[in-house]
T-cell receptor
Framework: AQSVTQLDSHVSVSEGTPVLLRCNYS??????LFWYVQHPNKGLQLLLK??????LVKGINGFEAEFKKSETSFHLTKPSAHMSDAAEYFC????????????????FGKGTHLIIQP | KAGVTQTPRYLIKTRGQQVTLSCSPI?????VSWYQQTPGQGLQFLFE???????NKGNFPGRFSGRQFSNSRSEMNVSTLELGDSALYLC??????????????FGEGSRLTVL
């Protein structure tokens, strides 16, 4: 079985300061990991994905995440927050060996609400 | 290229009624999955369709059903609505099996309010 835990339900940072959104996962095999972002009244958009290539993954809008197998973590970071980054962020684990390739193989975290202070 | 389109965007129903939501995936995408999003439960997987066949189903009662047409458009239906069905229903499309790549393209959702 697989699971994902987003360690903070809310994170508040000032504009121009670094962002850190934490995600720990549990998977029986070698998972794929993703971060999605959801702006108010919008659907989710893929930020970045890890699929067993480079452990440091760069995504859109200046975000990046590092896969650390020893810590079972996949934290999302950005060097300098912008007001437009205010949104809900979801960490997702995909274990294709568990699911056989179906959508039920995706497990979403509960989300982290990122607040940007001016 | 047009994105995933969901209709209607907002709707209000009363308990006991039924509702049908529609999703048009990105052109060429064959997989459509549905999710229910609520503040308390987060994102929960409802079901996935691939080439007109239900491929996977989440842990929801039989009141929730869906189908996919030959053009990959999908509908989901909820019968005998309950207050707890109030949620944002998200549709996502993917070129192939969703779990293989994990890359989903989401619509903006249909917000259902049950009174």
């Amino acid at each position: 079985a697989q699971s994902v835990t987003q360690l903070d339900s809310h994170v508040s940072v000032s504009e121009g300061t670094p962002v850190l959104l934490r995600c720990n996962y549990s998977s029986s095999y070698s998972p794929s990991l993703f971060w999605y972002v959801q702006h108010p009244n919008k659907g989710l958009q893929l930020l970045l994905k890890y699929t067993s290539a480079a452990t440091l993954v760069k995504g859109i809008n200046g975000f990046e995440a590092e896969f650390k197998k020893s810590e079972t973590s996949f934290h999302l970071t950005k060097p300098s927050a912008h007001m437009s980054d205010a949104a809900e962020y979801f960490c997702v684990v995909s274990d294709v060996w568990y699911s056989g390739g179906g959508a039920d193989g995706l497990t979403f975290g509960k989300g982290t609400h990122l607040i940007i202070q001016p | 290229k047009a994105g995933v389109t969901q209709t209607p965007r907002y709707l209000i129903k009363t308990r006991g009624q039924q509702v049908t939501l529609s999703c048009s995936p990105i052109s060429g995408h064959r997989s459509v999955s549905w999710y229910q999003q609520t503040p308390g439960q987060g994102l929960q997987f409802l079901f996935e369709y691939f080439s007109e066949t239900q491929r996977n189903k989440g842990n929801f009662p039989g009141r929730f059903s869906g189908r996919q047409f030959s053009n990959s458009r999908s509908e989901m239906n909820v019968s005998t609505l309950e207050l707890g069905d109030s949620a944002l229903y998200l549709c996502a499309s993917s070129p192939a099996g969703t779990g293989i790549t994990g890359e989903l393209f989401f619509g903006e959702g249909s917000r259902l309010t049950v009174l």
